[in-house]
């Protein structure tokens, strides 16, 4: 009877354990522990300030620099190794060429204003330098190296032409002021290449210089500056643009500071392998301030067209621009392919200035979101290569409007034959998306991607179809090598 007495209690205990086993099993495991993204984060710099330090009268840029290197006196040294001075890289190895060539603006062009050859005294007001007119521009004295533009309050400086100082600054105040590298030093060039505000990038113009959260997350929410993240060592500022570098080194990447296991759903970890980052977090592009995405040069040159700067200029030709436009998706492992002055193109095809390698059986690419900038620009009809003008200054298209006279300027200035016979044809540009990282609320959903209504071109990225029903992309390579 005893032992009888306490069978229900054996009993109650079985039947929790039936009930808790399964709810126990079933419930979600807490999300691994992660890596503290603000671990990669330096502190800012301790600001410094000189005024104290600087009250000798300073009659031009390179005298400020001067003063500069008497206490910074490795900074000038520096300085001229850096892309920021030379535009222009390392020699590096293209595919299908036999020798290395050096990439970068000083010597290759594009289809924005297509190259600075000549054109110097126009295109250097963004040089991290002093007085850049041409060829015999001395890019080793240290004192022809612009502190000012990276490190002054730019309410207090800013450059002209040839990059020189604009006339009537103070330049005591301006060295008084230098500090810290702020995103309105970068982005007073950065913003503005090609001509004007968001104009070349589509993921950098001058709504970032106060941006809210829901323009760029890190910058609205969290402050960043843009040296956040491009960090720098003996002024070498890390990170690449596809635009003027065609390697992936010195390469900064979300996995810096955020884990590639972030997500609390597996199945979004899952799709690292194949995605970049960008893809999801930067839906569209030019949130606020439209972009260039289409510039047709051979309609410059004709007054009977009103202007506009988002439409029409005559000096220019005719342009598109786009805001908030959805990017193409394109296979990209870092690296590019780059067109060079002189290659032969087909006139009848869009020309790929700086194509981005990749593809779905190469393991290093990701899906990558891209501005796709299109171009019409000048080309000799009997050597079938793309022509750098000259627009700037005495003969300058922008001064004579006579495209033979521009060409053959050009031509003497980089080394070219003109044949004197010239039409426009189409080419391409690439601009992959890192900036204007929105909050994860609204980033791409599935539904974004999957679905007849999808926004990506499965089977132009490779794929049979959509992943979530032909497979992902391992098993598409399987299956290719059946």
């Not at 070219?416 to 890192?434: E, K, R």
């Amino acid at each position: 009877m005893k032992t009888f007495k306490y069978v229900w209690i054996v009993g109650l205990v079985v039947t929790l354990l039936l009930v808790a086993i399964p709810v126990i099993i079933w419930i979600p495991n807490e999300p691994p522990q992660r890596d503290d993204p603000w671990a990669n984060v330096d502190d800012p710099i301790p600001h410094t300030d000189h005024i104290d330090l600087i009250t000798e009268s300073l009659e031009s840029g390179p005298e400020v620099t001067a003063v500069c290197l008497e206490c910074h006196e490795d900074a000038g040294h520096q300085m001229l190794q850096t892309v920021h001075f030379t535009w222009e890289s390392d020699p590096v190895l293209l595919p299908g060429r036999d020798e290395p060539v050096t990439i970068g603006k000083a010597n290759q062009i594009n289809n924005y204003c297509i190259g600075i050859q000549g054109n110097e005294p126009g295109c250097t007001r963004c040089h991290a330098g002093y007085g850049w007119e041409d060829e015999t521009y001395d890019f080793s004295n240290e004192l022809n190296v612009d502190c000012l533009v990276c490190h002054a309050d730019t309410g207090l400086y800013s450059k002209s032409t040839a990059g020189r100082p604009t006339e009537g600054i103070d330049l005591v105040a301006a060295a008084q002021s230098v500090g810290s590298p702020t995103r309105q030093n970068c982005g007073s060039c950065h913003f503005n290449g090609g001509g004007g505000n968001a104009v070349k990038h589509g993921d950098l113009d001058e709504s970032l210089y106060f941006p809210s959260e829901d323009i760029d997350v890190h910058m609205g929410r969290y402050d960043f500056q843009c040296v956040t993240c491009h960090k720098t060592d003996d002024h070498q500022i890390s990170g690449r643009a596809i635009s003027v570098s065609v390697d992936n080194e010195n390469q900064i990447a979300c996995a810096d500071c955020h884990s590639t296991n972030l997500h609390e759903d597996a199945r979004i970890n899952d799709h690292v392998d194949a995605i970049a980052c960008q893809t999801c977090h930067i839906p569209e592009g030019a949130l606020r301030e439209p972009t260039k995405m289409d510039w047709d040069w051979s309609t410059a040159g004709n007054e009977a067209i009103p202007e506009d700067p988002h439409v029409y200029l005559r000096i220019k030709g005719s342009f598109v621009y786009e805001r908030g436009f959805m990017p193409d998706y394109i296979w990209y492992n870092g690296t590019a392919d780059r067109y060079l002055l002189g290659d032969v193109m087909d006139p009848t095809q869009p020309t790929l200035i700086n194509e981005p390698l990749g593809n779905i059986d190469d393991p290093n690419a990701l899906i990558w979101p891209f501005k796709v900038h299109v171009g019409n620009q000048i080309y000799d009809t009997e050597h079938n290569y793309l022509i750098q003008p000259k627009t700037v200054g005495e003969g300058g298209y922008w001064t004579e409007f006579d495209w033979a006279l521009a060409a053959e300027l050009g031509a003497q200035e980089t080394g070219m034959i003109f044949s004197g016979s010239y039409d426009f044809a189409p080419t391409l540009m690439y601009w992959n998306l890192s900036h204007m990282v929105q909050p994860k609320e609204n980033a791409l959903q599935c539904a974004d991607c999957h679905g007849e209504n999808g926004r990506m071109d499965w089977k132009a990225l490779g794929y049979y179809g959509d992943p979530m029903e032909w497979g992902g992309r391992d098993q598409f390579n399987t299956a290719s090598q059946d």
